[in-house]
């Protein structure tokens, strides 16, 4: 019977790594445009936090939205607006119209619809192990090896790809992969009751959307181990952020030689997580 119903763990699992591939070219590939278009290391900083505040807000106020919805749904619209965004940049450029406040308003439009269809992919996993026959750790390591994976081969494709084609090429590779990652959960995951709205409920509106929100932040609040996790992550997200977008492509532009270097290092540490992710998934559960 379970061998009927792995086609959607397969799909989540590749659809992740593509999106995720595609974040990496993302990750290395706006900074170093921002670098080379403005020569500003402040400039790349901003675009930086204009990314990442609406990731943190759609990261707080998603939950119940996401449950709405439905996670399919969620996951191919997410990915849709991220590809739109991101090609708008380079095309934009192209045709000498991209402003910098069009920038920043276009990563922060990238990060404020990617948080979402990143939480519904993860949530699915409790229900794809269970229809692929697995184990819920093995399925949570697999997702995280291969996203793992993903995120290095980006990196270092990101930097082979900057030094010779250009930075806005990059970009609009980066679109597609979102294109191809909305396509895979739009058919891969389809007749899933768990990836689909949920029914039953209270009608939609600001009262009920304010008690899920308040239901899912006690949960948090009461758990002290999960609230720990939650804070840590949060932290270490924020630091990384501020290497990854402004501190690393500046040093490598000025020392270490260029793109290739940034694409280098990420790979590495891509690779560290990737080793750390299999090592768990043989021996977590």
């Known amino acids: 019977m379970h061998r009927h119903h792995r086609t959607p763990l397969a799909a989540t699992l590749a659809a992740n790594s593509i999106s995720t591939a595609g974040t990496s070219l993302t990750l290395i590939g706006v900074p170093w445009f921002v670098l080379e278009t403005t020569g500003s290391a402040g400039r790349a900083g901003l ?8 990731i943190v807000l759609a990261a707080l106020i998603g939950g119940p939205f996401i449950d709405r919805i439905g ?28 402003e910098f406040w069009m920038l920043c308003a276009l990563m922060a439009l990238n990060g404020f619809a990617h948080t979402p269809g990143n939480t519904a992919r993860y949530v699915l996993i409790p229900d794809l192990a269970e229809h692929a026959g697995t184990t819920l750790p093995r399925a949570a390591s697999l997702f995280d090896a291969v996203s793992r994976g993903a ?24 679109a597609a992969t979102f294109g191809l990652s909305a396509l895979l959960v739009a058919v891969g995951v389809r007749g899933l009751s768990s990836a689909e709205p949920r029914k039953g409920g209270a009608p939609v509106s600001m009262r009920t959307y304010g008690t899920e929100l308040r239901e899912g932040y006690g949960h948090l609040l009461g758990n002290r181990l999960l609230l720990a996790v939650v804070v840590m992550v949060m932290f270490m997200n924020g630091t990384d952020q501020g290497w990854n977008a402004v501190l690393l492509p500046v040093h490598a532009e000025s020392e270490l030689g260029g793109a290739k270097a940034i694409g280098l290092l ?3 540490f891509g ?13 977590g559960h």
Do not use: W
């Open 271 to 283: 690779a560290g997580g990737l080793t750390g992710a299999l090592l768990y998934g043989a021996v």
């Open 151 to 174: 995120r290095m081969v980006g990196a270092a494709l990101a930097g082979i790809l900057i030094a010779f084609v250009g930075s806005e090429t990059v970009l609009l590779l980066d």
């Open 71 to 98: 996670r399919r749904r969620v996951a191919v619209a997410s990915d849709t607006v991220c590809g739109l965004a991101i090609a708008a940049i380079p095309l934009l450029h192209h045709v000498g119209a991209l």
């Open 266 to 268: 990420t790979a590495l």
């Open 47 to 54: 675009v930086a936090f204009c990314a990442t505040l609406p």
